[in-house]
C-alpha cells in the first residue's frame, strides 16, 4: 500500500527526516514511536502533502504511484487520510456541511453520485453513535468550541464517513482522557480490514493498548532506528527512549 | 512557492466578467462642471424651476466646499473638470415600451443577466435599470401600480409627482450634507424613485441595477425610497461598469423614509469594476447613504455585500426619530488586489427605546486595506436606547489590512452599547485542513469565507443570497497565498 525509500525531508530549511524506509500492507497497523522532535508529525503530514515541507530526497509510492506527485486534496480523494494532531476550526462552516462536502468530493472523484442531504444524514446517523458524535457537534462549527475530546472524535468520526484506505492517526491520544482515548480507540479497530492500513503516529505506548499494532518503528532523529512488533512499544514504555537512542548509536554512526 | 498559492494565484488573475463596453449612439455633453452645465443637465431632462433652483444652489454651495480628506484611502486628486456629467443613451422619443429600447442597451442588460422582459425576470422582482445618466426601463409598473405603488424613474417622479419628489428630496440628506452629496445634488442626472402607501405590503422586491457604459463619464444617481404609515418594501440595487484603465467617479446618493410601523429593507450588491490587479482604472465609489426612522416603530435595515471598485466609501445609516424605531446594519466588504474600502454605518438616536444592530463583516486580500469606521451616538433624549456592534475581519495573505474605528457617542445613562470586534486569518492551516479532507483549494476559500459572511448573507433577499455568494467567492479567488 505505502512505500517509503530514503525519505528527506527539510522544513525552513532545517532537516528533519534524514532517511525514513517504511513498508505498509494493507491490512496493517503500524505504530511509529519517538522522541519529541524526531519527526513523527513531520513523517504524517508529509504523506498528507502539507506544503510547509520539503521533500530533498528519496521517494513515496502509494499503491505504486507516486505519491509525492499528487496535491493533498487529491491525495484524500483517492483514500489517504489524516487525523490532525491539532484540529483546524472553520468558524461560521457548519459541521455536517463541511462533512458533506469532504464525502461529495471523493465521491465525485471516485465517479460515486453525489449523497443528498438526506442520504448523507443516513450516513451520518449509522456512523455518529460509534464516536458518540450528538446532533449538537454535528450543527456546531466545524471543531470551533470543540473540546480537545470532541475534537479527536471528530477527527475519527472523519475518517469513518470518509473510509480512507491508508489512515495516518497524528498523536491523536494527545489531550484525550481515558474514556475518550478507548471511545476513539473503539472507533478505529473497527475501521481495522484487509484492505486498509493504519499508521499510529504517538508519543506514549498507552495508545496501543487499545488499538494495538502488527508493527511498532522508532523514529529518532529523522530516520527509523528500530523496529519490532508490538513487544517493542512495551519495551519502550519501561526503558524510555534514551535506550533506544543509546542503543541505536553504532547504527547511526 | 506552494502548490495551493499557486492555483490561488491563477485564480485570482481571472478577468472580470462584466467588463464589456456596449456601444450605443449616445448623447453626450462635454466634459466640464459649471452652471450652464447644471442648467443643461435640468433643461434635458425638462425639470421645473424649483428643482433647477435647488440644483444652483446645491453647485453654488459645492463650490465653497472643500473634498474631504479623513478617510483611510488614498486616491490621486480628481479633476472635476475633467468628467463627463451627462450622457444618455439617444433615442428618438418618448419610450412607449421596451420594443422602443435601443437594442443594444437591451442587449447589455442580457447580458449581466438582467432581462428586461417582465416574463423572464425573476418572479416577484421589478427592475429599474439606469444606463450612464439615464433610467432606460421600469418593468412591472403597471402591476404595482395597481395597488398604489410608485415604481419609476427618478426623472419621471419628477413629472408625474412632483410634490412627493419635492417634500422628500434632500430631506434625509441634504445637499449641504457633504462635498459629494453637494455635488451629487447639483448635477445627479437620474436613479429610482418609490414611494410605499399606507398599509401596503410591496408584493415583490423591487430592484435597481446601475450600469456605467460611456467613457470618462461620472454616474451620479438618486434613489428616494419613501414607506408610508405601515408599509413595507424589501429594495435590491445591483452595479456594474466596463473595464477601463482610468478611474471613473460614482457619486450616488440615497434617502429613504420610513413613517410610523413602516419597514424598508435595502440591499445593495456592489460590483463596479475594481480596478486590474496592478491597481489601474476601476470606480471611486463615494456615496451617502441615508435613512430615517421618522415614525415610531419603524425599521431600516442596510444591507451591502461590496465586492467591487477601486475604493469604496460610504455610510449607510439610519436616524433613529421615531420612539421604538429600529436601525440595521450588515455588511460585507472586500477588498483585493489593490482595492480600498473604508466602509461603516451611522446609527443616530433620537427616539425613546430605539435600538440598532451592526454587523461588519470586512475581508481583505492582496494588498487591500479595509476599514471599518461606525458612528453609534445615543442622543439625550434616547431613553433606553439599544446599540450591538459587531465588527469581524479576516486577512487573506500578508500584504493587507484590516482597520476598525468604531466612535460612540452616548449622552444618556440608560443606553446600552456593546460593542465586539475581531480579526481572524484565513491559514495554510485552514485551506490545508479542508484539501487533506478532499475539498479543492478553490472550494475551501470560498466555504471559509462564506462562513465568516453567514450572518450577513441571511439577510439578503433569496433571490440574491446565492447571487452574492457567488460574486465574492469570483472576487476573492487567487487570494490566498
Known amino acids: 500500500m505505502l512505500q517509503i525509500k530514503n ?166 491520544d494527545s489531550g484525550l482522557d481515558i474514556d475518550a482515548l478507548k471511545t476513539v480507540a473503539a472507533g478505529v479497530n473497527t475501521m481495522r480490514g484487509p484492505d486498509r492500513a493504519i499508521i499510529v503516529v504517538t508519543h506514549y505506548q498507552r495508545l496501543l493498548d487499545y488499538i494495538v499494532p502488527d508493527h511498532v518503528h522508532v523514529l529518532s532523529a529523522g530516520r527509523i532506528v528500530k523496529s519490532g512488533g508490538k513487544e517493542l512499544a512495551l519495551e519502550l514504555e519501561q526503558k524510555g527512549y534514551s535506550w533506544i537512542e543509546t542503543g541505536a548509536q553504532p547504527v547511526g554512526a | 512557492m506552494s502548490t495551493s498559492t499557486e492555483t490561488i494565484e491563477q485564480l485570482a488573475n481571472r478577468e472580470y466578467k462584466y467588463g464589456f463596453v456596449t456601444d450605443v449612439d449616445a448623447d453626450t455633453i462635454p466634459k466640464g462642471l459649471n452652471e450652464d452645465v447644471v442648467r443643461l443637465i435640468s433643461e434635458k ?98 402591476k404595482l401600480a395597481e395597488k398604489g405603488i410608485i415604481f419609476m424613474s427618478f426623472s419621471e417622479a419628477v413629472r408625474e409627482h412632483p410634490e412627493l419628489v419635492k417634500k422628500y428630496l434632500g430631506s434625509v440628506v441634504p445637499y449641504s450634507d457633504n462635498f459629494f452629496a453637494a455635488l451629487n445634488s447639483a448635477v445627479f442626472s437620474d436613479g429610482s424613485f418609490v414611494y410605499i402607501p399606507k398599509g401596503v405590503r410591496c408584493p415583490m422586491e423591487l430592484s435597481t441595477y446601475f450600469r456605467i457604459n460611456a467613457k470618462d463619464t461620472g454616474q451620479f444617481e438618486r434613489t428616494l425610497i419613501v414607506a408610508d404609515e405601515g408599509a413595507y418594501v424589501s429594495y435590491l440595487e ?27 429593507k435595502y440591499s445593495t450588491i456592489q ?21 430615517l426612522c421618522a415614525g415610531r416603530s419603524s425599521k431600516i435595515t442596510w444591507t451591502q455585500v461590496e465586492t467591487g471598485s477601486s475604493i469604496t466609501w460610504k455610510y449607510p445609516g439610519c436616524i433613529l426619530q421615531g420612539d421604538n424605531s429600529i436601525g440595521e446594519f450588515y455588511s460585507v466588504a472586500t477588498t483585493n488586489n489593490w482595492q480600498q474600502a473604508d466602509t461603516g454605518t451611522k446609527m443616530i438616536h433620537i427616539g425613546k427605546n ?35 456592534s459587531q465588527c469581524d475581519s479576516m486577512l487573506i495573505g500578508d500584504k493587507c489590512g484590516a482597520h476598525t474605528f468604531p466612535y460612540l457617542e452616548i449622552k444618556n445613562t440608560s443606553a446600552r452599547v456593546e460593542h465586539e470586534a475581531s480579526t481572524s486569518k484565513i491559514g495554510e492551516d485552514q485551506i490545508f485542513y479542508c484539501r487533506q479532507r478532499g475539498i479543492s483549494t478553490e472550494d475551501a476559500v470560498n466555504m471559509i469565507v462564506s462562513g465568516f459572511c453567514k450572518e450577513v448573507f441571511r439577510e439578503l433577499p433569496m433571490e440574491f443570497a446565492v447571487e452574492a455568494q457567488k460574486l465574492l467567492s469570483v472576487s476573492l479567488e487567487g487570494s490566498v497565498g
Not at chain 1, 7 to 23: C, F, N, R, S, Y
Not at chain 1, 67 to 88: I, N, S, T, W
Not at chain 2, 58 to 68: D, H
Not at chain 2, 95 to 104: Q, V
Request: aromatic share 8%.
Open chain 2, 238 to 264: 445591483g452595479c456594474t461598469a466596463p473595464m477601463r484603465d482610468e478611474h471613473q467617479l460614482h457619486a450616488a446618493v440615497v434617502e429613504l423614509v420610513a413613517h410610523d410601523d413602516a419597514t424598508i
Open chain 2, 271 to 291: 460590483n463596479w469594476y475594481p480596478g486590474d490587479k496592478d491597481g489601474k482604472g476601476g470606480i471611486y465609489n463615494f456615496v451617502t447613504k441615508r435613512g
Open chain 2, 45 to 142: 431632462k425638462g425639470e421645473p424651476a424649483w428643482l433647477l433652483e435647488w440644483r444652483l444652489k446645491a453647485y453654488r454651495l459645492w463650490l465653497t466646499m472643500k473634498e474631504p480628506n479623513w478617510q483611510n484611502v488614498k486616491y490621486d486628486p480628481i479633476n472635476y473638470q475633467d468628467i463627463v456629467y451627462y450622457s444618455a443613451p439617444k433615442k428618438k422619443k418618448v419610450l412607449n415600451s421596451l420594443d422602443e429600447m435601443d437594442p443594444e442597451v437591451r442587449a447589455t442588460f442580457d447580458k449581466l443577466g438582467i432581462p428586461l422582459e417582465e416574463q423572464k425576470l425573476f418572479a416577484g422582482v421589478a427592475v429599474d435599470a439606469v444606463f450612464d445618466s439615464v433610467s432606460v426601463a421600469t418593468t412591472f409598473r403597471a
Open chain 2, 354 to 388: 430605539t435600538r440598532s444592530t451592526i454587523v461588519s463583516k470586512g475581508i481583505s486580500a492582496g494588498h487591500g486595506q479595509n476599514t471599518y469606521r461606525g458612528l453609534v451616538r445615543i442622543g439625550k433624549n434616547a431613553k433606553n436606547a439599544r446599540n450591538y
Open chain 1, 7 to 172: 525519505l528527506q525531508v527539510k522544513a525552513e530549511d532545517k532537516q528533519i527526516l534524514t532517511g525514513v524506509d517504511l513498508h505498509v500492507k494493507a491490512g496493517q497497523v503500524h505504530a511509529i514511536m519517538g522522541p519529541n522532535g524526531s519527526g513523527k508529525s513531520t513523517l504524517a503530514r508529509v504523506i498528507a502533502g502539507h506544503p510547509e515541507y520539503v521533500v530533498t530526497g528519496g521517494e513515496v509510492l502509494y499503491e505504486g504511484r507516486d505519491l509525492l506527485e499528487m496535491d493533498p486534496d487529491e491525495r484524500a480523494r483517492e483514500g489517504v487520510f489524516m487525523a490532525f494532531q491539532y484540529p483546524v476550526e472553520i468558524a461560521g462552516v457548519n459541521n455536517a456541511y463541511f462533512l458533506k462536502a469532504a464525502v461529495n468530493a471523493k465521491r465525485k472523484h471516485l465517479g460515486q453520485p453525489e449523497l443528498d442531504a438526506m442520504e448523507f444524514m443516513e450516513l451520518i446517523k449509522e456512523k455518529s453513535k460509534l464516536l458518540e458524535i450528538n446532533q449538537a457537534m454535528l450543527q456546531r462549527a466545524v471543531n470551533e468550541g470543540f473540546s480537545g475530546g470532541e475534537k479527536k472524535r471528530n477527527e475519527i468520526f472523519q475518517m469513518a464517513l470518509l473510509e480512507p484506505k491508508l489512515a495516518v492517526l497524528d498523536e491523536t
